[in-house]
C-alpha cells in the first residue's frame, strides 16, 4: 500500500484540451498553488485530456505545455501520480518520465490521513452501463491498444473524434442511474481491498456519501469535473478530508 504521510491533494476529469485554454490557465493555478502549499503528492485520477491518442502526440505544443507544467510541479518535490481514465488511457510510461509522474493501477490502495482509502477513476463500479462495459473491455486489451497506436496520429485522431460524437449520442438514450456508480459494486470494492474510503471521479457528480459496510461504516468521496463551470480538488491531511472549490 501506497503511504502518504503528509497532504495528498486529488483531481478528476479535468478534460483538459486546446479549444478551452481557460482550463488549461485554471490548472496552471492549481498546481502553482499546490507547489506553493508544499503538498506532498498529487493524484490525478484519469482524464486529464479530453483524448489521449498515444504518447507520440506528445509533439502537440499543447500536450508539451500540460506535461511542462506537471514536470515543474515534480521538480519542486510533489509527487505526481496518475490512474488513467476513459479519456487518457493510453497514457504511457513515455509521457510518465517527460512529466516525472508516476502510473498507478486502475484501483489503487493508499494510506493518506491515517486512513486507508481507495482510489480509482469510477468507471470501474459503473456496472450497469453495460455497453460502455463492454466498450471499455474492448480498448483496453492489449491487442486492440497495440493495433491502434500502429495507425498514424492523423487516423487515431479522426477515429477519436468519431468515438466522441457516438459516446455522446449514446449518452442520449441512457438514463442517470444507469451511468452512475453502483451500490453494490462500491460496497465490493471497499470490502476486497479492505478500505473505509472510497474516492473517485467519471459520473460527474461530486458528492459525499456515507456507505453501510459489514465491517462498519465508510464514506464514498466524488470529484468534480472541470469543463461545465465547475472545478474541484480534495485535499487529505491529519485535519480529515476537504473539498476545495476551483470553479471560475
Known sequence: MLTIAGTARLVSDLHLRAERPDLTERFAAFLADTAAARVEALFILGDLFEYWIGDDDLVDPFNARVCKLLRELADRGTQILFIAGNRDFLIGETFAAAAGM??????????????????????????????????????????????????????????????????????????????DANPDAIRRALTAHGC????????????????????????????????????????????????IDLSR
Open 102 to 179: 508516476r502510473l498507478l493501477n486502475e484501483i489503487e490502495k493508499v494510506g493518506a490521513g491515517g486512513t486507508a482509502t481507495l482510489l480509482m477513476h469510477g468507471d470501474t463500479v459503473c456496472t450497469d452501463d453495460l455497453p460502455y462495459q463492454e466498450f471499455r473491455r474492448m480498448v483496453r486489451a492489449g491487442d486492440w491498444q497495440r493495433t491502434f497506436l500502429a495507425r498514424p496520429l492523423s487516423e487515431r485522431r479522426a477515429e477519436v473524434e468519431s468515438l466522441r460524437r457516438r459516446s455522446a449520442e449514446a449518452m442520449q438514450g441512457k438514463t442517470a442511474a444507469i451511468m
Open 196 to 243: 473505509s474510503r472510497l474516492i473517485h471521479g467519471h459520473t460527474h457528480r461530486p458528492g459525499h456519501e456515507a456507505i453501510q459496510l459489514a465491517s462498519g461504516s465508510g464514506e464514498r468521496w466524488v470529484l468534480s469535473d472541470w469543463d461545465t463551470g465547475r472545478g474541484d480538488a480534495l485535499e487529505i491531511s491529519a485535519a480529515g478530508v476537504r473539498r
